[in-house]
């Protein structure tokens, strides 16, 4: 089903508000458990969510050097998630080494490792942030590709991109290299802080694996409304 590439993010303040809407919205089997949420409630609401037989996409960005983004990894691996991201400016070395402990953590309790994600670049930045804030002398789509073949090259299982550059990596990376998008946006959605991003319906179409939305549900008057009106939509990509 299209709504299974679906990942609702859990951008809330702790594990109350949390678990409210989780249970607001049953029909939703994949959440983002992000930096905020994490924070304030440590691996208790990964416990509550596989407790309710959800699948977990843990988004920390881990950006560290080599050894502690290593560490970070094989904790987090531990927890039996599906999806963990790792920032790939963290460098090939310290990609090589998440690549390694993810393995490593999940051998230590039995479950099957998590799929190391690569957060190319944040939604959040534009081409002009990119240039003029980041000093990086690269044409935007070019650096994400970059990034994304560096991380592919390591042995990630894919990356993260916003959904106007998903065309470009799955044409270049292959079939098999997932591509997760945030920044996606109904049109009757507020972008907010989003720079570059699609509708659901057009990032599926442009080849991608799993869209993150997060606020046009989760701060949606009526979230099940919400979450039913974007579903509707994706029933008609083909």
């Excluded at 531990?78 to 963990?84: H, I, M, P, S, T």
């Excluded at 509708?199 to 701060?219: M, N, W």
Aim: charged share 20%; aromatic share 6%.
């Amino acid at each position: 089903m299209t709504t299974d590439k679906i990942i609702v993010a859990l951008d809330v303040p702790d594990v109350e508000s949390a678990i409210a809407l989780v249970d607001k919205l049953p029909q939703v089997n994949f959440w983002k458990v992000g930096l905020e949420l994490f924070t304030s409630s440590g691996p208790t609401i990964i416990e509550l969510l596989k407790s309710r037989q959800k699948r977990i996409f843990l988004d920390l960005k881990f950006h560290d050097i080599p050894n502690t983004v290593a560490g970070a990894c094989r904790a987090a691996a531990r927890y039996g998630v599906d999806l963990l991201t790792i920032h790939a400016t963290a460098g090939r070395d310290a990609l090589k080494a998440a690549t390694e402990a993810v393995q490593v953590g999940a051998a230590q309790t039995g479950v099957e490792p998590p799929k190391l994600i690569a957060v190319t670049l944040l939604t959040s930045i534009s081409s002009r942030q990119l240039a003029f804030d980041l000093k990086i002398p690269l044409e935007l789509p070019e650096y994400i590709l970059e990034m994304a073949l560096m991380a592919q090259e390591i042995g990630l299982d894919g990356a993260v991109c916003s959904p106007q550059e998903v065309v470009q990596l799955r044409q270049t990376c292959g079939d098999d290299f997932l591509l997760v998008c945030p920044g996606v946006r109904p049109t009757w959605a507020d972008k907010v802080d989003q720079k570059r991003s699609l509708t659901p319906a057009q990032a599926i179409q442009a080849g991608a694996d799993y869209l993150v939305i997060g606020r046009p549900i989760t701060a949606a008057a009526e979230p099940d409304l919400a979450w039913k009106r974007i579903s509707e939509e994706l029933t008609t990509v083909v």
